[in-house]
């Protein structure tokens, strides 16, 4: 038992010791310490979490890795997506310009035929 004393002398084993900070590791395994983080790096990513997240580094964390690995769509290929779009629209409009617009009552006759080809 004398051998199981702290170097210190206060009592504690040194397996107690070890055992309080797993316990306290155990109980923070949602928990995630860094090292080695830029101090610019840190800034942005802190001033990321309190902007879009409301200070939550945990789901600022997982947004991120989720942007990365592909479960949510980075904004290029959200602007991609909408530019494609756009350009589906633009060409359905340039081909209507192409044939021509006729404008028409309810009844089906038409009141004036619009062309746009330069006429």
Same mark, same amino acid.
């Given at each position: 038992?004398?051998?199981?004393?702290?170097?210190?002398?206060?009592?504690?084993?040194?397996?107690?010791?070890?055992?309080?900070?797993?316990?306290?590791?155990?109980?923070?395994?949602?928990?995630?310490?860094?090292?080695?983080?830029?101090?610019?790096?840190?800034?942005?990513?802190?001033?990321?979490?309190?902007?879009?997240?409301?200070?939550?580094?945990?789901?600022?964390?997982?947004?991120? &890795?989720?942007?990365?690995?592909?479960?949510?769509?980075?904004?290029?290929?959200?602007?991609?997506?909408?530019?494609?779009?756009?350009?589906?629209?633009?060409?359905?409009?340039?081909?209507?310009?192409?044939?021509?617009? &006729?404008?028409?009552?309810?009844?089906?006759?038409?009141?004036?035929?619009?062309?746009?080809?330069?006429?």
């Amino acid at each position: 038992m004398e051998e199981e004393k702290s170097a210190s002398g206060n009592g504690a084993s040194l397996d107690s010791k070890t055992m309080n900070v797993l316990g306290r590791m155990v109980g923070k395994e949602r928990s995630l310490v860094m090292n080695q983080v830029p101090v610019e790096t840190k800034r942005e990513f802190v001033s990321f979490a309190n902007e879009g997240f409301m200070g939550n580094y945990g789901f600022a964390l997982k947004w991120l &890795v989720d942007l990365y690995t592909g479960s949510l769509p980075s904004k290029n290929g959200v602007t991609q997506a909408v530019l494609e779009d756009h350009e589906v629209r633009l060409q359905k409009l340039e081909s209507q310009k192409e044939r021509g617009n &006729v404008i028409r009552t309810l009844s089906g006759k038409t009141i004036v035929e619009v062309k746009r080809n330069g006429t």
